[in-house]
């Protein structure tokens, strides 16, 4: 590992771990990590934060400017799909790590630190594990693949979504458990697997459970939110090496409820047991809003500003990233996409790489946030 390797690892460390236990590098030492001095990263370094986003491997092979935009912007980079059973495991016996290869190659070239995503998760499975995954050989397949994925970038991210998206109180399962192929084979004891073998594959990264849909004063999103306190404490109890909890932070500007006394209130409730917290996948919908750009846009600042200050006033909270940088690509326009089909804004950037007000409310959220230690 070399030094910039090395010394983005203990500035990412340093705050991906909120600083436990990782010597902090001295406050006057350059880095690269996000290095321009008035990138997102470098707003949110100050407060002892971090800033990053999603990339892929379209956008890394075809999209130089978008990158060079990442490397100025982020101090923490997440692969938006390549890390996935779909894009590693081709067959039962093989895995394919070169896409997600390539995406760290940047991240270290640019000594920005990357986070894993992820090693158990209900949708993006290939079709061999849907069909084969059973009762009998679910535990040996589970372990094989975290083992084998997680040794191959041993030392190398700082971060693992250990399992994502767990709950969905709607399959009426105890506990709100979503009744997802690895539920069916192992019931939750999956979720342990897949923890355990992360902690003893690679130590140095820390484990999140990561999950959406627990911002809003809504029946279902209070719902989720009882859910996933009362998992953790559950998880905990029973010696599971869960560290932090990934809140995906998929928001909407417009028409819903947001109370920041509930967010600020189940924040503290995860942090109050001991975890820490992090914003995983922000980027704020604008299906609701004017196609007119100005409104547009300073509904989804505002929104975002609403949010980050909210969640960020807890001192457990390590970091955000959002679900892509610039509005050229977002996964909302294909799952989610506007009535006008217009592209949504629902990122810092613009389609032309421009700085949107949003950028401009997140630099803001993260300048008045309380100073991490
Ligand atoms: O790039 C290829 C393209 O070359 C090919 O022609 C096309 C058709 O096969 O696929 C394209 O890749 C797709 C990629 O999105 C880019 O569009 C993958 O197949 C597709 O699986 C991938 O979907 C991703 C999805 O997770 C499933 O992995 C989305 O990008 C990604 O934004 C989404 O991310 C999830 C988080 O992991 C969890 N939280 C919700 C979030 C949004 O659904």
New binding site residues.
Partial sequence: MNLIDRRALLLGAAAAFGGRGTPALAKTEASPVGSAHDGLNAQARARGLFYGS?I???MLANDPAYMDHVARECGMLVS??SM?W?TLRPTPTTFDFSAGDKLLAFARKHGIPMRG??LA?H??NPPWLVSDLKPGNAEKILTKHAQTVVKHFKNRLVHWDVV??VLWSKDGKPGGMRDSLWYRALGDRYIDIAFHTCAEADPTALRCI?D?GLDYALPDDERKRHDMLNLLAALLKRGVPVQALGV?G?ITAGNVPFDPRVMEQFINDVTSMGLKVLLT?VDVRDNDLPADLAPRDAGVAAAGAAYLDAVLKNPHVIGVLT?GLSDRRS?LN??LPRADHLPQRALPLDTELQRKPLWSAMAASFQKAPQRT
Avoid: L, P, V
């Fill in positions: 999603a892929d491997q379209n938006e799909y996935k779909g995503h992820t998760w949708m993006d994502n998206e990561n959406y995906q998929h996948e679900w996964w294909d799952e």
